[in-house]
C-alpha cells in the first residue's frame, strides 16, 4: 500500500475539476498573456519541472490515456485509442472516484467518436464522455472556442450537478494548430477582437507566434469562467482544480519560435504546466521531476484514498 505523507487526505471529499489543457506550453503561463492561469499555478502546488510525454502523434489522448490509467505507451501514436479500449484497468481515476461516491463525466468540444473517446471513457469508467457538437447545434464554429465549455447552457447543466460529489475532466481545444488567423481558432478570435473596432476594417496577417498567445489567453478566459461560475454555484469553497497540459507545442510550423522560451535540446523540451489549486491553498513549489503519470496516484494521496503502488507505473509526486 501507498505510504502516508503531509498532503494525504488534503483533499478529501472536495469536487475535483481536472483541467487538460490542449497546447498551452510552460512559455505560454504568463501575466500577460494568461493572467488567470499564471495565478492560479503560483498560488497553488506547481510542480516545476513536469514533462509531457511526446508519442509521435496523438500526444492529446494518449496524455488523457496516462492521467487515466496511470500507463503510457512509448511512440504508440494512436495505438492507445484503438487497440486498448476493450481492456480492463481496474483502477482508473474514474473507477476509483465511483467508488469515493462521485459522480464522474469528460468534457471536450469534439465528438464521441473522435479519438473513440465514448468507447475508451466508458472502458475507463466514466459515466459519461460529452462532446459539445454531439449535444448542441452550432451555426458556426465557435464550438471551438474555450469559453463555450462553461458559456454553453447544456454544459453547464452537466458541469455542475445539483447534488452529490463530482469529478469532471475538461479537456480544452482553442490552443490547437493551425495558428494563423487566416483559419481556425485564430480568425475566430481575430474576428471576435475586431469586431470591437469598427473603424479597423482592413485584415492584418498576425504572426504564428501572436497567434499561439491569443489561443492560449482564450483558454486563460475558461478557466476565468469556471472559476466565476464555481463562485456563483457556490463550490468554490469545497472544488479543487488539477491543471495540467497534454503536450508542448510541437504543432508550431515555426519551432525556433520555441528555442526562444524554452530549453529545446532533447527531451527538456517537452517541459509543461502542471498544478493543483483550491481557495486557501499554501502556495508549494515542487522540483521532482514528473510525468503524466505521476498525476494519477498523486490525486489518490490527496484525496486520501487507499492504492496498491504496484499498480502503476510512477509514484505519488508528493511522497
Known sequence: KASKND?????KDKNLILIQLEGVDKWLLNKEDTPTLYKLMNEGINFDRHYSFYSGGGSTFNSEFAVNTG??????????VYSFNKNTFPNTLAKIFKKQDYSVNAFHMNTGEYYSRT?????????????????????????????????NEKFEELLFPSEGKFLDYIITYSSHMPFDNKEGVCKLLYKL??????????????????????????????????????????LIDNTALVIFTDHYLYTLNDQSILAKYKNTSNNLINITPWFVWY?????????????????????????????????YIAEDALS
Open 7 to 11: 498532503y494525504t487526505s488534503l483533499l
Open 71 to 80: 500507463y503510457i505507451t512509448p511512440l504508440s501514436y494512436t495505438k492507445n
Open 119 to 151: 468507447v475508451n471513457y466508458k472502458t475507463w469508467g466514466y459515466d459519461n464522455y460529452y462532446g459539445l457538437v454531439d449535444i448542441d447545434e452550432y451555426d458556426d464554429k465557435s464550438y471551438m472556442l474555450d469559453r463555450e465549455l462553461i458559456l
Open 193 to 234: 477582437d475586431n469586431e470591437e473596432n469598427e473603424e479597423n476594417n482592413e485584415f492584418v496577417q498576425m504572426s504564428e507566434e501572436e497567434c499561439a498567445r491569443r489561443q492560449a489567453r482564450e483558454t486563460d478566459y475558461m478557466i476565468e469562467l469556471l472559476l466565476n461560475k464555481l463562485k456563483e454555484k457556490s
Open 279 to 311: 481557495k486557501g491553498i499554501k502556495s508549494k513549489k515542487i522540483n521532482k521531476v514528473t510525468s503524466q503519470l505521476n498525476i494519477l496516484p498523486t490525486i489518490l494521496n490527496l484525496y486520501g484514498v487507499s492504492y496498491n503502488v504496484n499498480d
